[in-house]
């Protein structure tokens, strides 16, 4: 075995991008998980250099390899083993703007039929 790389699902667990290897293997297996511009499969070898590119639900990210790493290290070394080149969000604040119209203060109780309509009719446009 080489040290100069390892499985890309491994990795992924690793560096703590997926929280089990299962869930790392199983993006890769959907073709969530590209190396070098092309989808990869879970034990494809990854090495320094190697740029990954995972998608999430809200963003893509893109990350290169700096360091090869087999076993997983705390959120605070992790971060050293990869590079993140992924552009910041459109707002500039990484938050994702959230959708409140049909927002109710808390408290409130149920709607009612009225306001059921009224909130079904603004989902619909």
């Not at 590119?53 to 990869?82: D, H, I, M, Q, W």
Request: proline residues 6%; aromatic residues 4%; positive net charge.
């Amino acid at each position: 075995m080489n040290p100069d790389s390892c499985r890309l699902d491994r990795w992924l667990w690793a560096v703590r991008v997926f929280k089990t290897r299962s869930l790392a293997k199983d993006a890769c297996l959907k073709g969530a998980i590209r190396v070098n511009g092309s989808t990869a499969k879970p034990a494809a070898r990854i090495k320094s250099g190697d740029q990954v590119s995972v998608k999430g639900r809200e963003r893509t990210r893109e990350l290169e390899v700096a360091a090869v790493l087999e076993k997983r290290v705390g959120p605070a070394l992790a971060s050293n083993y990869f590079v993140d080149h992924t552009p910041p969000s459109d707002n500039g604040t990484g938050v994702k703007p959230s959708v409140s119209f049909a927002q109710r203060d808390r408290g409130a109780g149920r709607p009612t039929k009225r306001d059921r309509r009224l909130i079904d009719k603004l989902r619909r446009g």
